[in-house]
C-alpha cells in the first residue's frame, strides 16, 4: 500500500533501512499520478495566474518526485544491487517521459508567460523573477514550441538518451568490478607503500586466494601505477584500466562505442528540432559563454599559455626517467612512476610520506575548522539511517539554529561508482510550517581504514584526495548555505553550468595553506602534525607538472566541445577518430593506440557536462579570482581564514545561490570583473 511506502515519506529524512527496489514502481507511480493531477486542476483554472495559486503547486508535487527519484537515483549510485538497477531501468522512461511531457505542456508554459508580462512581475523577488525567466527558457529548450509530430519525436529522443547514459554508467561500473589483478609473489610488489600491499592482501583473503589483489578502483589502480617498480604489473593495469567499457575490454557487451555514437547523434538532432546548429549551441543557451567560439577560443588560448610549460615538464621526465631509471622509451604506464621518482629527487619528499600525516578524522576535523572559521557556523556529529554501515551524518548550526545535514561516503567499494560528487537530498524552500533546511549528499572513493597485525589503522588520504574531499565541500557548501527561500533557485539550483564549479574549486586552495594544515594533519604513527619543512617542500612542489596538467584538462575539454559542436555522427569519423584528431592538437605526449578514454568519459556521457566540461576551466578563473581575496587579505594579516572576507563571499556568492546570474554574485563579491591573472599565477605559468 502506498502510505506504507517509504519513498513517499517526506516527513523527515530519507529511511534508507526501510527502503526496498519493490517500493520503486509504486512510489514513482502514485507520484506521477498526482503530479499528473495538480498539472490537470491548474488547467482548469480561468482565473489569473499568480504565483502562490500556480507555481506553488507545481513546486509542490515536483519536489515529491525529485525528492522520492533522487533517493533511487542515489541509491543505483552507491549500492548497486541487481534488484535495484532493475526497478530504477524499468522506471526511469516513466520518469523522463513525464518530464519532456511537462516540458512541452503549453497551457504551462502560457502560465509562466503570463506571470512574465503580469503588472505584478516588476514587484516580485529577484528569486522568482529568476524562476520564472528559466522557466520560460526550459519550456523553449524542451520543445514546447514544436510542431505535434516533432514533439512526439523529441520525447522519444529524451527516453532514449536517458536509457543509453544509464547504460553507460552500468557498463563503466560492471566493467570495473569485474577486473582483479593478483599478484601472488611479494617480490613483485616492491616500491608500493605498506598500506596499499596490506590492503591488496586483505582484498585477495576475502576472495579466499592467495597474493594480493588490485583492482580499477582509484586506490588500488593509482599506487600500483605511481609506485610499483615492476614496470609489466603497471601495463597491465594501465592497459586494463584505459581500455574499459571498450571493445578492447573485459566483455563485448559492457562496449560503450555504440552508445557514445548514438548519444550524440540523439544530441544532434535534438539540436535541430530545436533549431540549433549543433548540441553545443543548445547547452550553452543556459550558460555564462556566449557561444561555441568564445569557449573555443578561451580554451585555445589556455592551451597556448600552457604548452611551453607542458613541454618543458615532458622534457624533464624522459630525461629523468632514461638517466635515473634506465626507462629510454618511456611509455603512459611510466609516467606517474617516472613523474613520482622526479618529485623525491627534486623536492625530497614522496606523497605517501605527505599521506602519513593525513589520517581521515584530522582530515575531517581541519576541513570542519576551515568551514566554521570562515562562515561563523557550527559542524557535529548527527543520527540518520544510512545506506552503509561507513556513512557518517553531520548536521551544521549557525546561532543553535539547523542550517542543514549532509552524509559523508568517504570510500571506494564494489557496487559504488566510482569518482566524487556532491548531490541534494532535499533543497531549501520556505514553507508553511517554517524553512525546510537542505540535506546533501557528500560522495568520494577513497581508501578506507586497513587492519595491520590485527590492529585497524586509520584511513590515509593522499593530498591530492583532501584537495578532492575540499572540492566536493565546496559545491555541499553552495548547497546548505543559501538563503534562499525559493526551491528552483536555492543552492546550486538555477547556477550556469559553468559557475558550478566557482565554490568547489576555490575551496581547494585551503588545502595549501600553512594555518590550515598545521590543523588537519597528525602523523599516522607518532601523532605530530605536518613539519614546517615538508610542508615547504609541498609548496615548492605545487605546480610540479602543472603544465602537463592543465594542457590535459584542455585536451578534455576541446575533445567534448569538438564531438558537440563540429563533429558529424552520422560522418565517417568515429568517437576515437576525434579523440586521436584533439590529442595531435593538444597533447604532447601521445598515448598508446589502445587508450580509450571516451569510453570512460562519463562527465559528458552520463554525468551532465555534455558541452560543458570546459565549465571546470572556466570556472577556475572565477575560484582562483575569488580567492585572491582571501590572499589580499593574507597579506596583511598572515592568514588567509578571514571571517570577514568570508561572510562577503558567503552573502554574495553561497547564500545567493541561482537567484542572480553567476557574474553579478561574482561581481558583487569582487567589486569588479573577473580576469584570468589569478589563474595562471597559482600555476605557475604567471609572466
Known sequence: MTQDNPLLDFSDLPRFADIRAEHVGPAIAALLEENRAVIAGLEKNTGPVTWDQFVEPLENANEKLNRAWGIVSHLNSVADTPEMRATYNENQPAVTEFSTEVGQNLNLFAGYKSLQQSPDFTNLPQARKTIIQNEIRGFQLSGAELSEDKKLRFAEIQEKHAALSTKFSENLLDTTKAYSLFIENAADLKGLPEDVIQAAKNAAEADSKPGFKFTLHLPSYVPLLQYSENRQNRETIYRA??????????????????????????????????????????????????????????????????????????????????????????????????????????????????????????????????????????????????????????????????????????????????????????????????????????????????????????????????????????????????????????????????????????????????????????????????????????????????????????????????????????????????????????????PPEFNRFAHSFSHIFSGGYAAGYYSYKWAEVLSADAYAAFEEHASESGSTLSRAVGEKFQTEVLEAGGSRPALASFKAFRGREPNIDALLRHNGMSA
Open 241 to 590: 584500466y584505459v581500455t574499459k567499457a571498450s571493445e578492447l575490454g573485459v566483455k563485448p557487451e559492457w562496449d560503450n562505442s555504440n552508445i557514445m555514437a548514438e548519444l550524440l547523434r540523439l544530441r544532434k538532432e535534438e539540436a535541430s528540432l530545436l533549431g540549433y546548429q549543433n548540441f553545443a549551441e543548445v547547452s550553452l543557451v543556459s550558460k555564462m559563454a556566449e557561444s561555441p567560439a568564445q569557449v573555443n577560443q578561451f580554451l585555445e588560448d589556455l592551451a597556448k599559455r600552457a604548452r611551453p610549460y607542458a613541454e618543458k615538464d615532458l622534457a624533464e621526465l624522459r630525461a629523468f626517467a632514461a638517466d635515473e631509471l634506465g626507462i629510454s622509451d618511456m611509455q603512459a604506464w611510466d609516467t606517474a612512476f617516472a613523474s613520482e621518482k622526479l618529485r623525491q629527487q627534486r623536492y625530497a619528499f614522496s606523497e605517501q610520506e605527505v599521506k602519513e600525516y593525513f589520517p581521515e578524522h584530522k582530515v575531517i576535523d581541519g576541513l570542519f575548522r576551515v568551514i566554521q572559521t570562515l562562515f561563523a557556523v557550527n559542524i557535529k556529529p548527527d543520527q540518520a539511517g544510512t545506506w552503509h554501515k561507513d556513512v557518517k551524518f553531520y548536521r551544521i548550526e549557525k546561532n543553535g539554529a539547523l542550517v542543514g545535514q549532509f552524509y559523508l561516503d568517504l570510500y571506494a567499494r564494489n557496487g559504488k561508482s566510482g569518482g566524487a560528487w556532491m548531490n541534494d537530498a532535499r533543497g531549501r524552500r520556505l514553507t508553511q510550517q517554517g524553512v525546510q533546511t537542505p540535506v546533501a549528499y557528500l560522495i568520494c572513493n577513497f581508501s578506507a581504514p586497513v587492519t595491520m597485525n590485527g590492529v585497524e589503522k586509520p584511513a590515509l588520504f593522499s593530498h591530492d584526495e583532501v584537495i578532492t574531499l575540499f572540492h566536493e565541500f565546496g559545491h555541499g557548501l553552495h548547497h546548505l548555505l543559501t538563503k534562499v527561500d525559493d526551491l528552483s533557485v536555492s543552492g546550486l539550483s538555477g547556477v550556469e553550468w559553468d559557475a558550478v564549479e566557482l565554490p568547489s574549486q576555490f575551496m581547494e586552495n585551503f588545502c595549501w595553506e600553512w594555518d590550515v594544515l598545521q590543523h588537519m594533519t597528525s602523523h599516522v604513527d607518532t601523532g605530530a602534525a605536518l613539519p614546517r619543512t615538508l610542508y615547504d617542500k609541498m609548496i615548492a612542489a605545487k605546480n610540479f607538472q602543472s603544465g602537463l596538467q592543465m594542457l590535459r584538462q584542455v585536451e578534455f575539454s576541446i575533445f567534448d566541445m569538438r564531438l558537440h559542436d563540429a563533429f558529424e555522427p552520422n560522418g565517417t569519423q568515429s568517437v576515437q577518430d576525434i579523440l586521436k584528431e584533439v590529442r595531435t592538437q593538444v597533447a604532447v605526449m601521445q
